[in-house]
Nanobody
Framework: VQLQASGGGLVQAGGSLTLSCVTS????????MAWHRQAPGKQRELVAT??????NYADSVKGRFTIARDNDKRTVYLQMGWLKPEDTAVYYC?????????WGQGTLVTVSS
């Protein structure tokens, strides 16, 4: 399975942006879809997951970000609102489950103050 992320860019603080990640294969068989991010000089962190109809978020993005999964379109979205400069990072989509772990190439989000 290949993952193609897009939608990154430059946005002002307080603004919004939606990332998309398209998978090359069916998402119906994928257990978990997730978004991670890595800020300059920091470790990669888990931002949000979608599994079995349930979603989970890092405390730092709760109430501001929404992960949405559309299996028919083979796409997972990350809707980001009320963006802060500390949200600046490369965002990666990830599909994983028993015996597999696939990553997209990353898309850069820059939030200016």
């Amino acid at each position: 399975v290949q993952l193609q992320a897009s939608g990154g860019g430059l946005v002002q603080a307080g603004g919004s942006l939606t990332l998309s990640c398209v998978t090359s294969g069916s998402m119906y068989s994928i257990n978990t879809m997730a978004w991670h991010r890595q800020a300059p000089g920091k470790q990669r962190e888990l931002v949000a997951t979608s599994v079995g109809g349930r979603t989970n978020y890092a405390d730092s993005v709760k109430g501001r970000f929404t992960i949405a999964r559309d299996n028919d379109k083979r796409t997972v979205y990350l809707q980001m609102g009320w963006l802060k400069p500390e949200d600046t990072a490369v965002y990666y989509c990830n599909a994983y489950g028993p015996g597999y772990d696939f990553w997209g190439q990353g898309t850069l989000v820059t939030v200016s103050s």
